[in-house]
């Protein structure tokens, strides 16, 4: 059985699409070069090495259709040996993980899904953690407002969380992952992006709806 030591302190293509960059895929063992899917970030946090995390966010369409909703996925990285929180606020002292968005245009998070993550036991303690390890990957969907129609929303969404590990606790912190995107009209294309990413973030719903229908 783990323990915490300080309980205390837990209180590809020719162009790259606006506000997107690209990155390699988001997988713990890379595909061979030619398999490569190109990978565009939309957001991601100013961090090092010392932070321990590294979260990104991706978009599913190169640009966003006003009235409409568009699935995003928030990808965090975390340092071999240290966990944060699911967004379970289980027991009550600890900080859970949560993801919030402000947008210019007040384009707005409508959902977002939280995987269960591990199980964590603190000696102590009669219910278990539940916590992320390594990597966890949050989809959600974004609801543009029609009136946003032919502007650019310039969106900053705000990740807290708190990083421990089998002996500590470090403080609380909120980091900020900025970026921007068009924002087309009811008709107008747009292009499916990140296909791998989303193609996980499909996999995933039918998996939870086939568990509610059986």
């Avoid at 966003?64 to 928030?74: D, I, K, M, N, Y």
């Avoid at 980091?175 to 193609?199: D, M, Q, Y």
Wanted: aromatic share 6%.
């Amino acid at each position: 059985m783990r323990t915490h030591a300080l309980i205390a302190m837990i209180v590809g293509l020719s162009s790259v699409p606006m506000g997107l960059t690209e990155s390699q895929p988001v997988s713990e063992q890379a595909a061979p070069a030619s398999q490569r899917e190109k990978i565009f970030v939309f957001a991601k946090a100013e961090v090092t090495e010392k932070d321990r995390i590294d979260p990104r966010v991706y978009l599913s369409t190169d640009q966003l259709r006003a009235g409409e909703s568009h699935r995003f996925a928030v990808v965090i990285d975390i340092a071999p040996g240290w966990h944060i929180n699911t967004n379970l606020k289980r027991p009550t002292f600890i900080i859970p993980t949560q993801v919030n968005l402000e947008g210019k245009l007040e384009t707005t998070i409508a959902a977002i899904d939280f995987p269960r993550g591990k199980s964590f036991q603190i000696d102590g303690l009669d219910e278990p953690l539940t916590v992320y390890e390594n990597q966890v990957i949050l989809f959600g969907n974004l609801e543009v407002p029609r009136e946003a129609a032919g502007q650019t929303e310039e969106l900053e969404f705000s990740l807290r969380y708190q990083l421990c590990n089998d002996a500590q606790c470090l403080a609380p912190k909120t980091l900020k992952l900025k970026g921007a995107a068009s924002v087309v009209g009811a008709n107008a294309p747009t292009r499916a992006i990140n296909g791998e990413l989303f193609k996980r973030d499909r996999n995933r719903q039918n998996a939870s709806a086939g568990r509610r229908g059986s």
